[in-house]
């Protein structure tokens, strides 16, 4: 029964995938070749890899020097979780902010501050967790060894950061490939805004699926050189007891330089959003009535939406922890690589595949929450796999030998115990559907909005003050998932 259950979320987790070739294929190789070999695809390649380019050593270093700042020196305790503070700024959000207080901004610079403000958190928070694991006593050696501090940190810390480093740079990745309203904001064309404008314009499915199958190409050559430079390689402690507290060290001179730079980039990613929507409530027009509703449609597909997410979730992680083998593997990767797709891409695949096969889910609550868990099926895997790794086996074999059948024993020894994971997964999959953008618009029910769109509405008709309301109201939904990740790392802990 449960690989059956995760065999089934598998194949609709493939449907986006699915849709891309059975698009190729019907499209024909003369098509294809007229589709994609033309100057605007190089363009948006071009566009899209100079954003990389820029974002994502930039977000490296911007998040491993917090977490080193952090950890390794003598700095306020607060400055660990501001530097979290920025993710509960949706991207689209700190693009309308700084669209309001810099009407000029445009192009790669515009995008790449905007990604790289929203984004720097993804790369600290591994890494801050990563430092806080270590063994002060490697350090120590290295100093013993005669290793200046700056040798410490090039020959023995920062080989520890690697996995950490590569993970959140590729989840920056995977961002700057699916994000929309952010670049929309700031006029500058990537794939998955010419996807959504073709989309749109035209309803050419023929052009927009050609252009989400470049971006799926992407999406998988950025997976495989991840995983090409993440190698086998890894760094564990051995041996008994625990690591002690790390050193921290006095600034000294540089602390004015570095508290410079520090109030630079909090003020940059958190003060003008503060100011502008500050700004435009200020302004005191009448509250808009939709957002009662928006708030309603919001928090009713969230929750529909985790939940169905969790449900999804629970047998891929099940059998990753208590049937480990080849094909459970293979299952939770299919899921894991689909669900790395744009939301973009997904909302066009579920809309095609709605009108031309099922048209009475077209438009439907239901087709929305199907893509919901899509998108946001790794997040509530990754923790429940957590918390079901962290359940014995035997407390279920010992309570079935006390009498109790499988359900009885579900009920009263092994949810009790994933509770905390269920509901980890759950506030996860919640505040990502909240802030979800691109496969809403496309696959919302006629007359539904929720904040995102009702937002994104208002502020493409520069009716700033109208929209700050919604934008105010999507970070007070944000601030919840922001507190858990920063309580994972143990960011909470003196």
């Known amino acids: 029964m449960t690989i059956?259950?995760?065999?089934?979320?598998?194949?609709?987790?493939?449907?986006?995938?699915?849709?891309?070739?059975?698009?190729?294929?019907?499209?024909?190789?003369?098509?294809?070749?007229?589709?994609?070999?033309?100057?605007?695809?190089?363009?948006?390649?071009?566009?899209?890899?100079?954003?990389?380019v820029v974002v994502v050593p930039a977000t490296v270093l911007i998040g491993v020097g917090a977490a080193l700042l952090v950890e390794r020196t003598r700095v306020p305790g607060w400055l660990s979780a501001a530097f979290v503070a920025?993710?509960?700024?949706?991207?689209?959000?700190?693009?309308?902010?700084?669209?309001?207080?810099?009407?000029?901004?445009?192009?790669?610079?515009?995008?790449?501050?905007?990604?790289?403000?929203s984004y720097f958190p993804f790369v600290y928070l591994p890494v801050l967790a990563t430092l806080r694991?270590?063994?002060?006593?490697?350090?120590?050696?290295?100093?013993?060894?005669?290793?200046?501090?700056?040798?410490?940190?090039?020959?023995?810390?920062?080989?520890q950061l690697?996995?950490?480093?590569?993970?959140?740079?590729?989840?920056?990745?995977?961002?700057?490939?699916?994000?929309?309203?952010?670049?929309?904001?700031?006029?500058?064309?990537?794939?998955?805004?010419?996807?959504?404008?073709?989309?749109?314009?035209?309803?050419?499915?023929?052009a927009?699926?050609?252009?989400?199958?470049?971006?799926v190409l992407l999406c998988l050559l950025v997976l495989g050189g991840e995983?090409?430079?993440?190698?086998?390689?890894?760094h564990a402690r051995i041996g008994s007891g625990v690591a002690r507290r790390q050193r921290r060290i006095v600034l000294g001179w540089w602390a004015l330089p570095v508290t410079i730079a520090v109030a630079a980039l909090l003020i940059a990613a958190l003060?003008?959003?503060?100011?502008?929507?500050?700004?435009?409530?200020?302004?005191?027009?009448?509250?808009?009535?939709?957002?009662?509703?928006?708030?309603?449609?919001?928090?009713?597909?969230?929750?529909?939406?985790?939940?169905?997410t969790c449900l999804a979730a629970g047998p891929i992680a099940w059998l990753s922890v208590r049937r480990p083998a080849r094909w459970s593997r293979a299952l939770e990767g299919l899921a894991f690589v689909c669900s790395s797709l744009p939301g973009i891409v997904v909302g066009l695949a579920f809309v095609t595949v709605a009108i031309r096969w099922v048209q009475p889910l077209y438009q439907t609550a239901a087709l929305l929450i199907a893509a919901y868990v899509v998108l946001f099926l790794p997040r509530a895997v990754a923790s429940l796999?957590?918390?079901?790794?962290?359940?014995?086996?035997?407390?279920?074999?010992?309570?079935?030998?006390?009498?109790?059948?499988?359900?009885?024993?579900?009920?009263?020894?092994?949810?009790?115990?994933?509770?905390?994971?269920?509901?980890?997964?759950?506030?996860?999959?919640?505040?990502?559907?909240?802030?979800?953008?691109?496969?809403?618009?496309?696959?919302?029910?006629?007359?539904?909005?929720?904040?995102?769109?009702?937002?994104?509405?208002?502020?493409?008709?520069l009716d700033y003050p109208a929209s700050a309301p919604y934008a105010l109201l999507l970070i007070a939904l944000s601030v919840p998932m922001t507190i858990i990740l920063f309580r994972q790392t143990g960011g909470d802990r003196p």
């Open 385 to 461: 796999r957590a918390g079901m790794a962290q359940v014995p086996v035997g407390l279920g074999e010992a309570a079935r030998s006390l009498g109790q059948g499988p359900v009885r024993s579900l009920v009263r020894v092994s949810i009790p115990l994933l509770a905390p994971a269920f509901g980890a997964a759950a506030s996860m999959a919640f505040l990502g559907i909240a802030g979800e953008l691109t496969a809403t618009l496309l696959l919302s029910p006629t007359g539904t909005s929720t904040l995102a769109t009702r937002f994104w509405s208002l502020s493409s008709e």
């Open 86 to 117: 920025p993710l509960a700024v949706p991207a689209f959000v700190m693009s309308y902010a700084w669209a309001t207080v810099w009407p000029s901004i445009a192009g790669l610079a515009g995008a790449s501050l905007i990604a790289t403000l």
């Open 4 to 52: 059956a259950a995760a065999v089934l979320v598998v194949a609709l987790c493939l449907v986006p995938l699915g849709f891309i070739v059975a698009a190729t294929v019907d499209a024909g190789p003369a098509l294809v070749r007229r589709l994609v070999w033309r100057p605007r695809i190089g363009e948006l390649l071009v566009n899209t890899l100079s954003l990389m």
């Open 227 to 234: 995983s090409a430079v993440r190698g086998r390689q890894r």
């Open 133 to 159: 694991r270590l063994d002060p006593s490697l350090e120590e050696s290295g100093r013993a060894l005669g290793l200046t501090p700056g040798g410490v940190l090039r020959r023995v810390v920062l080989p």
């Open 271 to 308: 003060g003008v959003p503060v100011w502008s929507l500050g700004h435009w409530l200020s302004v005191g027009v009448a509250l808009d009535p939709a957002i009662v509703s928006a708030l309603g449609s919001t928090l009713g597909l969230a929750l529909v939406g985790a939940l169905a």
């Open 162 to 206: 690697r996995l950490p480093v590569l993970g959140g740079a590729l989840l920056v990745a995977l961002h700057l490939l699916a994000e929309y309203g952010a670049f929309a904001f700031v006029r500058y064309d990537t794939f998955t805004t010419a996807i959504y404008d073709q989309f749109r314009s035209t309803f050419a499915a023929p």
């Open 208 to 215: 927009a699926s050609m252009l989400a199958g470049v971006l």
